[in-house]
């Protein structure tokens, strides 16, 4: 009897298939659309050529995002990176700035493109760093280099530019009438596709993004092949920028902001697939196509016709009908998140190819396959330092703790402002001051403290912060509704976002760091949609009351306390201190004291042996996730009430400042561990942090944007002391390793 055998079908084509063929029909649909709603625009060439150019910058990025991500990792940072390329350059060449010529300004930009490639690619191999951490937090250091470097000014160099035409001809049109940054796309593109699908090269990626231990096993470098993939997504990113700056002859501070998220997006839509193994270089540039096309159809608009009474008379007047501000952000968000949903529930399980078998009568195509690495190690981190705080005894038991190193910064930083500037550090207003600047951070860091030990991660919290204070501050400022409407109804659209995060996160598969980066740009799109992108205020005084200090409070209620020291204190002190307080003290007891804190770091330690074990981690995620809207949302509404007024940029920058905070107050970047008293203390070194800089000494004190960039650097220093110190136990080693090389010296001279 002849042994039988299960054909598999054909081979995936390599460099494009049917999915690129889809995308050209959607992309023919899409424009066909445009061209309906708005002829005046779609309808010329020019808007096809410009569309086209638009979508070269996109396209050039995502040919490099298209390695890492089929790597199995991610860049959070090209946006950034596209940015501070673009800034170098015209602080280098402009006239006014430090005038140097063409040649010397590229040079140092693809050396400074080279580095920060290399710099993302040792800290998520070498040095082991989560890649969304790593890649997010370059991300905010860069866009703090680039407002710090511009001033937030413009700046351009058009005149200068008139001297080298060679270079800035390829931003401009050529002979044949189109742009020539679309045939550096084409040709970026063609190569790209070649690599990864013909070459050596793109086997490695694939074999790394499949699984790479596997990968490893067979000998490859996988180390160097992560490193590489960074390289080109930098390379790739610093070109694009060399040919905005050639095109547009200067440079704004809003370069790159948010072009991470399109190029991600664009690189999925593409095809290729977030769990990695998988993608194509000319599907990631027809998604970059998609995106930009969608992108303009909506910035855009369509024309329309108004009535306008002028002299007592009717008269019909052109217009057109754009979005409000933010809603091409969340627009944006939702393609993320809905893109990364396709992979997984249709493209894996081949839905299109098994719809059309099924007419024809045929067999289905066998899907992928859908789950995830043949090994999953155990995650638990930290158990040494555990080991050590229970076997100490005295001080000792107290330097074992995780949390000793952030309770001992908070004393030293203390202390430093007290030396520094005593006239101003030691008033006690000013100390409350400087406590109601920790109280919002610190109502947000509990919550993720949360999400980190049940070992996810949020990057909405700030964007949830602003999306809960614009719905309160809409309702009281525009609708005329009563506080307490104002307050449930924010609590009502933060919390809905946390939903929609544990939803995609626990329900959908998705990862956390993915449902919640595209619920940061939603919930920040949603928040300037809803004011307008115009700073609000004026509201009653009753709302105002959950910011104000506590003897405002009972001044209001017509209470008056006796003079003393109760009095002092209550004239200092804030509703939303006292708040924070309760808040805190309940979430830390119920953390470190209670089955659902164990399961939380149970399910952050192993999440197959807690589940094994009889723990819901998924009902232990959800809350977790749900707690984090929450405190943020809680944080929301009383910005609003301290402030008087809403800024959609309220909460800006604060997940960099929470993630941070709970690292270094102990918690473990991989899940597992985390105390709230920790993050407390992780929580006040931040703010002790950004007070120390803003401090005026001597008449200096050290701009805003730098701030923001040193508060990176302290995360990623965070996350190397968390994954070296505490985990790695690498001083221990270090010990142990000379103490065996001791007596070896000793017997060798003896």
């Excluded at 008379?313 to 969340?330: H, I, S």
């Amino acid at each position: 009897m002849a042994p039988t055998t299960t054909s598999l079908g054909r081979a995936p084509p390599q460099l494009v298939g049917g999915w690129e063929a889809g995308l050209l029909i959607f992309l023919a649909l899409l424009y066909l659309g445009g061209a309906l709603v708005n002829p005046a625009f779609f309808g010329s060439t020019e808007a096809l050529l410009a569309l086209l150019r638009d979508t070269s910058r996109v396209g050039i990025i995502a040919v490099g995002m298209t390695f890492v991500i089929a790597n199995k990792d991610l860049d959070l940072s090209v946006g950034s990176t596209y940015g501070l390329i673009a800034v170098a350059f015209a602080r280098l060449f402009a006239s006014d700035v430090l005038d140097f010529g063409v040649v010397e300004s590229v040079i140092f930009c693809l050396l400074l493109g080279t580095v920060i490639g290399l710099f993302n690619g040792i800290l998520v191999t070498i040095l082991r760093v989560p890649a969304f951490i790593a890649t997010l937090t370059v991300l905010f250091i860069g866009r703090g280099f680039v407002l710090a470097l511009t001033h937030g000014q413009a700046i351009y160099y058009s005149g200068k530019a008139k001297d080298y035409p060679l270079f800035f001809h390829l931003g401009e049109s050529n002979a044949l009438g189109f742009n020539n940054q679309i045939a550096i796309f084409l040709l970026v593109a063609v190569v790209g596709a070649y690599v990864l699908a013909k070459t050596r090269w793109g086997y490695e990626t694939f074999a790394t993004g499949g699984n790479e231990q596997a990968a490893a096993y067979a000998g490859m470098n996988t180390r160097w092949v992560r490193i590489r993939a960074y390289l080109l997504s930098s390379l790739c990113a610093t070109l694009s920028a060399l040919l905005a700056a050639a095109q547009d002859k200067g440079v704004t501070p809003l370069y790159g902001v948010s072009w991470e998220l399109t190029v991600i997006a664009s690189v999925v839509i593409g095809g290729a697939s977030i769990l990695g193994g998988r993608g194509r270089v000319f599907g990631s540039c027809l998604g970059a196509a998609v995106v930009v096309l969608i992108d303009k159809v909506l910035r855009e608009g369509w024309p329309i016709t108004r009535t306008v009474v002028i002299d007592g008379e009717n008269v019909a007047v052109g217009a057109r009908f754009t979005l409000p501000a933010g809603a091409v952000l969340v627009f944006l968000g939702l393609l993320l998140v809905t893109a990364v949903l396709i992979e997984p529930f249709l493209i894996r399980r081949q839905i299109a190819a098994r719809f059309w078998a099924w007419l024809r009568g045929r067999p289905p195509p066998p899907a992928y396959e859908t789950g995830g690495l043949a090994l999953e190690g155990v995650q638990t981190k930290g158990a040494m330092t555990g080991d050590m705080a229970l076997s100490a005894t005295g001080l000792g038991k107290f330097l074992a703790r995780r949390d000793a190193l952030a309770i001992i910064l908070t004393v030293v930083l203390w202390l430093t402002g007290l030396a520094l500037r005593p006239d101003y550090w030691w008033n006690l207003p000013n100390t409350f001051a400087i406590l109601l600047n920790y109280t919002e951070l610190a109502l947000i860091t509990v919550g993720l403290t949360y999400v980190i030990a049940a070992g996810d991660i949020d990057l909405s919290v700030g964007a949830v912060l602003a999306l809960a204070g614009s719905t309160a501050a809409y309702f009281l400022k525009v609708l005329g509704a009563d506080p307490l409407t104002a307050v449930a109804m924010g609590l009502l659209a933060g919390t809905a976002a946390g939903l929609v995060n544990a939803v995609v996160t626990v329900g959908f598969k998705l990862p956390a760091f993915i449902a919640t980066l595209g619920m940061f740009y939603i919930a920040r799109g949603l928040a300037a949609w809803f004011v307008a992108g115009q700073q609000l205020t004026g509201w009653p005084e009753g709302y105002n009351l959950l910011g104000r200090k506590l003897n405002d409070v009972l001044l209001h209620f017509d209470l008056s306390l006796p003079s003393g020291i109760i009095r002092s204190v209550a004239e200092v002190v804030s509703i939303q201190t006292i708040f924070m307080f309760f808040v805190a003290l309940l979430a830390g007891v119920v953390l470190a004291y209670t089955p659902f804190g164990l399961k939380v770091c149970a399910a952050g330690g192993n999440v197959r042996a807690a589940t094994y074990a009889g723990i819901n981690t998924n009902r232990v995620r959800f809350i977790s996730l749900m707690l984090a809207a929450l405190c943020a949302t809680m944080a929301g509404i009383i910005n609003v009430a301290y402030f008087r007024s809403f800024n959609p940029v309220a909460g800006q920058f604060r997940e960099l400042d929470a993630i941070a905070s709970v690292i270094i107050g102990g918690g473990s970047i991989f899940g597992g561990y985390g105390t709230v008293i920790g993050s407390l203390a992780g929580a006040a070194v931040i703010t002790l942090v950004r007070a120390l800089l803003q401090l005026n000494v001597q008449g200096f004190t050290m701009p805003q944007h730098w701030i923001n960039v040193f508060i990176g650097v302290i995360l990623i220093v965070a996350v190397l002391i968390d994954i070296w110190v505490r985990q790695a136990n690498l001083f221990a080693r270090l010990r142990a390793r000379f103490a065996t090389a001791a007596p070896t010296g000793e017997r060798i001279h003896g």
